[in-house]
């Protein structure tokens, strides 16, 4: 039985480390972006209905993502399932699965705002850019790797 020589394999077998830290990564990655809808959420055209009869929160970016470094549990009571109007500095324009999303700066290095955009907001969306300061009202939904926003709609 002849074996493969290391030269001839393929990148990813010769670092299986470095390809399973990546894969790990990739998946933090995708649960963050995705989410899954949870119990009892409400839809995108209550959302919208509900800025009008809630109380919404307005925060910047970097302060709704330090709050939540500081203290997850306690920014979770004060966030969580609340309208929350947030502004900040365009990180990312993205589409992943179908579901767009713009990232904010928050100061910190690696996590930021995750604002998922309501479906009417594509066009809006495409208008902007990175760099660009921006106001939007979503539903916070917790932080895993980024905090994130649901249902957003741009100002």
Known sequence: MATEHPQNQSWFKRH???TGIGGIFLF??????????????????????AVTTEQVITISASQLYSDYKQNE???DEKYKGKMIEVSGTVATIEEMFGQKFITL???????KI?????????????SLT????IILTGKGDGMSFNVALRNCVIK
């Not at 700066?105 to 996590?111: F, R, Y």
């Not at 995750?114 to 495409?126: I, P, R, T, V, Y």
């Not at 990175?130 to 300061?133: D, L, P, S, T």
């Open 73 to 75: 549990l306690a920014a």
């Open 16 to 18: 299986k480390i470095l």
């Open 28 to 49: 933090f990655i995708l649960v963050s972006a995705l989410g899954s809808p949870k119990e009892g959420q409400e839809t995108a055209s209550s959302d919208t209905e």
């Open 130 to 133: 990175v760099g660009q300061q």
């Open 105 to 111: 700066n928050t100061g910190d290095i690696i996590g």
């Open 114 to 126: 995750q604002c998922f955009l309501d479906d009417s907001e594509g066009s809006k969306a495409a």
